[in-house]
């Protein structure tokens, strides 16, 4: 699969999970931020391995053209969140 013609979807999900881990408690309840999160990863738990690799080499060139710190250090921090990385693995590209 073209990562290019997947990275829309990709940005799909990661700009909400973005948003839930990064507003304030003023803005969104911060458990129904977590049960949101919680339900994306739920979501794509199931992918097959190739397909996450895939997904988490978009998510890392995501993160390369963030210019927000903030917002980068979550991009990179996306896929241990969705329990795809074990220990300190660092992002793999397909």
Known sequence: MDAHRLRPLVEAFVWPLIF???CDDNTLDPDVA???ME???AILQPLDPELKALVMHIIHE???DETQPDVRACLQ??????????????LETP
Do not use: H, R
């Open 20 to 22: 839930f881990n990064t």
């Open 34 to 36: 977590v049960q949101q």
């Open 39 to 41: 339900q994306i990863g």
């Open 62 to 64: 995501i993160a390369q």
């Open 77 to 90: 921090e996306l896929p241990d969140g969705l329990g795809w990385l074990a220990g300190d693995e660092p």
